[in-house]
C-alpha cells in the first residue's frame, strides 16, 4: 500500500513512518511527503529517508479552495492508498476530501471529541482532566470532527506542563499512528456513519 504523509513541523510521527515501512511486512511504504510550510525537520526527515517531498504553501494561493485544490493535486502525484496527516496543521476542503475523503486519517493528541483544534494538549491540561490521550480519526471537513478509528489513553501527572504532557502523548501517538495504519493497510478501512471497522480483508 502506498501511504503519502502530511505533516507541517517537526515530524516526529513521520519519522516513526518510515521506521516502520522498512519492514516489508509492514504491508505500506510512504510514497510521497508534503508539508504546507518549508524549512521544517519533517521535510528533512522525509528527504534523509529517500522519499519525495512537495511543498504546498497557502501563502502562494489566492484563496483557501485554490490552496486545497493544489493540495489535492500534489498529493494526487504519488497516487496514494492512504493519506495520513501526522502533525499537519491545516483543514482540508471539498477538492482534498472529493479525491481523499475515506481514505486519510489524522492523528490528534487528545481523546476526541474533547479538546479537538490545535491545542488539545494545553486545553485539556487547563480544564485539569486527569486522563487524555491520542486519537486517530477518518478525515473529514470539520476539526478534528471525523469518525474515530483507534485511541489511546495517557495519565496526567501533577506537576505537567505542556511540553511534558506532549511528550508523552506523543510517545504513544506515535505507536499508535504505526499500528492502526499498518492495519489499515494490510485489510481495509470501513466507515459506517460514525462507526470505523479496521481490517476484515
Ligand atoms: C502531534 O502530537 C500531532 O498530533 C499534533 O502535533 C504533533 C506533531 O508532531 N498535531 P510531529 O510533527 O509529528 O512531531
Redesign the pocket.
Known amino acids: 500500500r502506498r501511504l503519502v504523509v502530511l ?1 507541517s ?6 519519522a516513526a513512518l518510515l521506521a516502520a515501512h522498512e519492514d516489508p511486512a509492514y504491508g505500506a511504504r510512504v510514497v510521497g511527503v508534503v508539508s504546507d510550510r518549508a524549512g521544517v525537520a ?1 521535510l528533512d526527515r522525509a528527504r534523509a529517508a529517500g522519499v519525495p517531498t512537495a511543498v504546498v504553501a497557502l501563502a502562494d494561493f489566492p484563496d483557501r479552495a485554490a490552496w486545497d485544490r493544489a493540495l489535492a493535486e500534489a498529493v494526487g502525484v504519488f497516487s496514494p492508498d492512504l493519506v495520513v496527516m ?2 499537519f ?1 491545516k483543514l482540508v476542503g471539498e477538492a482534498f476530501l472529493a479525491r481523499f475523503g475515506g481514505r486519510a486519517v489524522n ?3 487528545a481523546l476526541l471529541p474533547a479538546f479537538p483544534g490545535a491545542h488539545g494538549v494545553r486545553d485539556a491540561l487547563a480544564y485539569g482532566v486527569k486522563v487524555t490521550g491520542c486519537s486517530v480519526i477518518v478525515v473529514d471537513g470539520g476539526v478534528d470532527s471525523g469518525p474515530i478509528v483507534a485511541q489511546t489513553p495517557v495519565v496526567v501527572e501533577p506537576d505537567d506542563d505542556e511540553d511534558s504532557l ?1 511528550e508523552r ?2 510517545a504513544v ?1 506515535r505507536t499508535l499512528l504505526v499500528e492502526t495504519v499498518g492495519a489499515v493497510a494490510r485489510g481495509g478501512l470501513r466507515v459506517d456513519g460514525r462507526h470505523v471497522r479496521v481490517g476484515g480483508g
Open positions: 505533516v513541523g517537526t515530524g516526529s510521527n513521520l519533517a501526522a502533525g496543521m492523528t490528534h493528541p506532549h502523548i506523543k501517538e
